[in-house]
């Protein structure tokens, strides 16, 4: 009985037996729910440090990706500079200014033709210089004779000195991201575009924590209600993390990293700073291939004005299109661009940021002001290839893309369209597609280049032969070992006599070598100045082994010329490779009165903060003296008066222009380099595979080069004759001193020029003279008894 009722209260009821296995598996759920959310948030705790970390490595070291802007040289106006009616017209369009009748507004001008020339009223935009800021201005130009006679401040009429235009943005190394932007700070971002912006898109910026929930759970609502998505509830800091850290994916992750993301960023930096930041990562569309970021770039790429000069109605098509920039772009869909403007100036004017007449001014201004689609008018790679060389010596590495530059060149797009159109034209004399060429124009005051062509034709890119073909010059290299020679005037002037007769020598490979001139023919003995302007290599040669072909080599090297080559005899023949720059570089320190100066694209480099990185310091030095580079030059103009650069006449005067021609074995290669007052123009001529092009340097390259001059017009070359050297006059086939006014001998300076006595105008005249001089020197008794003394 007793064993019976114990194993009876050994068995539990249904309902008893399933309570405590119920709450032990709810024990267990709970404490396993219980670790999960542990683990949660231990994992949610570490992604959120690890977003934490991100935007803030991000945003203190590598807050945008910026790229450098290249912008050419700055056209001065000034009447002593030679500007015409027609080059200052060519800059204000590729500039984009607007017509207009007044001139009110920056970036407009308005021309007026009267009886004694025309004048333009232009309105000078705001720039940032390499050498300072510069506000607005408005200008009067006044022209006399196609050439500006008078720059006037308007409406004051202050006589001006000069004014300048601001430089044109000629190209860009875009950053690794592919994103455009100018950077900019917060305090050049007008205080009316700030309060806008936050009116607009978020008013209660200062007050958040970079999400707004209350604005999150309406958007949500509305949503929902659409059944899809009208309606954002993002902060401006929100945003900001979208566009510079996510993708624009709409889910529910990406907007839960978004808010995690914003909240960070609002608890590590000021305000201030994001929207800076703000201002410069906003996306406004794209140009081309490239994304353009900021208001810095829009502004110049809506209005072609920086962003401290936005006017109200500008100020408003910006901000309006921070909501859709493809929705609202004012080119592509003006009826949209333009309704979304009238909404904000409403705003604007109802919540009192601006008045009631800049609110009626604003919807009647023009929608957008620049009317080209594309940031850089007309990209010149082949300069910018020189641009990108040197900046890579200068600027090392990437990381300038944090701060991004602005590149001041010496690039000038008007000589550089008139180098293209005589490269693309050649002259009217070359018809062959096979033949390539090159164009250098170099400032040899300055020392720098102005233009670069590296082509013929309108293929842009590729190969830059300016830079990269290094072909022999020829007899470019002549006027340097005459030039050499002429330093050690006792032995060697331009009336001295060289001996144009045949030689052979002992090339390097020890072969017999016998030059010969371009006619095929032997004149025996001829004056320095004949040989220098006819290009006989004969004498050339003779000359070179005098004074030493290891000294012609190192005078190339002091000009410029940095690369290594042979001091063979064969070099005085222009056995040397060179590029067309490279030619340019020599021959600007022929130019520049015997004085060298390094050849340069840059003039400075800032970044977009306009903290200076770079400035060009000029740095000189004599290759040769003063004396030996005057006879030069004036050989080098007789060259194109009456050797062979004379046919040049056809195009312009030959007056004050010095020239010198050059052709390779074979007629290879032809080369002209020639000089005005200012410019030295290399143009080169050859076939790629290097085979005979049939040019010589005066029938190839000089027509190249005569188109380019009829349409730049040189300015005649001034020298002032060094102290020691005066006009003389001597026989062409003798080099014997003659007098002043005999009108067939060679007019040269000289340092021992000795007028004769007697009118004296070839050496008959002079063997006449000696005799008359012995006679009158014999006594009477010799003279009467025709007896000479001992």
């Given at each position: 009985m007793a064993k019976a009722s114990k194993t009876k209260s050994s068995k539990p009821t249904g309902k008893k037996a399933q309570a405590p296995v119920k709450g032990r598996r709810r024990r267990w759920l709970l404490a396993l729910a219980a670790k999960l959310m542990l683990v949660v948030a231990v994992l949610g705790a570490f992604y959120t440090i690890y977003l934490d970390a991100q935007v803030r490595d991000r945003f203190e070291a590598n807050r945008y990706q910026a790229p450098a802007l290249l912008y050419s040289r700055a056209l001065w106006l000034s009447p002593h500079a030679n500007v015409s009616y027609a080059r200052v017209k060519a800059e204000l369009e590729a500039l984009a200014y607007s017509p207009s009748a007044v001139a009110r507004q920056q970036g407009e001008y308005n021309e007026q033709r009267q009886s004694d020339g025309r004048t333009i009223l232009l309105h000078r935009r705001a720039f940032d210089f390499a050498d300072g800021f510069e506000p607005s201005q408005r200008l009067l130009l006044r022209f006399r004779d196609d050439r500006l006679h008078q720059v006037l401040a308007w409406p004051s009429q202050q006589v001006l000195t000069e004014a300048r235009l601001e430089p044109q943005l000629i190209g860009r190394f875009a950053a690794d991201s592919g994103e455009d932007r100018l950077l900019v700070s917060l305090e050049q971002v007008p205080q009316l575009m700030r309060d806008t912006l936050l009116l607009i898109e978020d008013q209660d910026f200062y007050q958040h924590h970079g999400v707004k929930p209350t604005a999150i759970a309406r958007a949500a609502l509305v949503n929902l209600r659409a059944g899809r998505t009208v309606q954002g509830g993002s902060t401006l800091t929100q945003q900001l993390v979208k566009n510079m850290y996510l993708t624009h994916d709409q889910n529910l992750w990406r907007k839960a990293n978004e808010a995690i993301m914003a909240l960070s960023l609002d608890f590590h930096f000021d305000k201030d700073e994001i929207l800076e930041a703000y201002f410069n990562e906003v996306y406004f569309g794209q140009d081309r291939g490239h994304a353009i970021h900021g208001v810095g770039l829009a502004s110049q790429y809506f209005f072609g004005r920086s962003v401290e000069d936005l006017s109200v109605a500008e100020i408003a098509l910006l901000v309006g299109m921070v909501k859709g920039p493809s929705l609202y772009d004012p080119r592509r869909r003006p009826e949209n661009a333009e309704r979304r403007r009238e909404l904000v100036l409403k705003l604007m004017y109802e919540h009192n940021?601006?008045?009631?007449?800049?609110?009626?001014?604003?919807?009647?201004?023009?929608?957008?002001?620049?009317?080209?689609?594309?940031?850089?008018?007309?990209?010149?790679?082949?300069?910018?290839?020189?641009?990108?060389?040197?900046?890579?010596?200068?600027?090392?590495?990437?990381?300038?893309?944090?701060?991004?530059?602005?590149?001041?060149?010496?690039?000038?797009?008007?000589?550089?369209?008139?180098?293209?159109?005589?490269?693309?034209?050649?002259?009217?004399?070359?018809?062959?597609?096979?033949?390539?060429?090159?164009?250098?124009?170099?400032?040899?005051?300055?020392?720098?280049?102005?233009?670069?062509?590296?082509?013929?034709?309108?293929?842009?890119?590729?190969?830059?032969?300016?830079?990269?073909?290094?072909?022999?010059?020829?007899?470019?290299?002549?006027?340097?070992?005459?030039?050499?020679?002429?330093?050690?005037?006792?032995?060697?002037?331009?009336?001295?006599?060289?001996?144009?007769?045949?030689?052979?020598?002992?090339?390097?490979?020890?072969?017999?070598?016998?030059?010969?001139?371009?006619?095929?023919?032997?004149?025996?003995?001829?004056t320095l100045y004949q040989s220098f302007i006819e290009s006989r290599n004969l004498p050339a040669v003779r000359l070179g082994l005098d004074v030493g072909v290891e000294r012609v080599r190192e005078r190339l090297y002091a000009a410029g010329f940095d690369e290594s080559t042979h001091a063979y005899p064969s070099l005085t023949l222009g056995a040397v490779d060179m590029s067309p720059l490279q030619v340019s570089q020599i021959y600007s320190a022929l130019a520049n009165r015997g004085i060298q100066q390094r050849l340069t694209s840059i003039e400075a480099v800032y970044t977009h903060w306009n903290q200076p990185l770079y400035q060009q310091q000029r740095r000189a030095q004599e290759v040769f003296s003063t004396q030996s580079a005057y006879l030069t030059d004036y050989a080098l103009q007789g060259v194109m008066r009456e050797g062979t650069g004379r046919s040049i006449r056809q195009y312009v005067s030959p007056a004050g222009l010095a020239g010198k021609t050059g052709s390779t074995n074979e007629l290879r290669d032809s080369w002209f380099v020639s000089y005005d007052n200012q410019h030295v123009v290399t143009v080169w001529l050859g076939g790629d595979d290097n085979q005979s092009i049939g040019l010589s340097g005066a029938t190839g390259a000089l027509p190249v080069a005569g188109d380019f001059w009829q349409r730049l017009q040189p300015q005649a070359i001034t020298r002032e004759r060094p102290y020691g050297l005066q006009s003389g006059a001597f026989d062409r086939l003798t080099g014997i001193a003659v007098s002043l006014e005999c009108e067939t001998a060679y007019h040269l300076p000289s340092a021992v020029y000795q007028a004769p006595t007697r009118r004296r105008c070839s050496p008959m005249d002079s063997q006449q003279e000696q005799s008359e001089e012995q006679e009158e020197s014999r006594s009477w008794f010799q003279r009467v008894f025709g007896r000479r003394g001992n």
């Open positions: 940021l601006i008045t009631q007449v800049q609110y009626l001014s604003a919807l009647e201004d023009t929608l957008v002001r620049r009317q080209s689609t594309r940031l850089v008018l007309g990209e010149r790679p082949d300069y910018v290839d020189l641009v990108q060389r040197e900046l890579r010596q200068l600027v090392p590495g990437r990381e300038w893309q944090q701060t991004g530059l602005r590149v001041f060149t010496y690039y000038d797009p008007y000589i550089q369209q008139q180098a293209e159109l005589a490269m693309t034209t050649r002259g009217g004399r070359v018809d062959s597609p096979d033949i390539q060429g090159a164009m250098v124009v170099s400032d040899y005051q300055q020392g720098v280049v102005r233009a670069l062509v590296g082509n013929i034709g309108q293929q842009r890119g590729g190969f830059n032969r300016a830079l990269d073909a290094r072909r022999p010059i020829g007899s470019l290299v002549k006027p340097f070992t005459f030039a050499l020679a002429l330093e050690n005037s006792s032995q060697y002037r331009l009336e001295s006599m060289l001996d144009d007769s045949p030689i052979t020598l002992i090339d390097e490979r020890q072969r017999e070598w016998s030059p010969r001139n371009f006619d095929g023919e032997f004149k025996g003995p001829v």
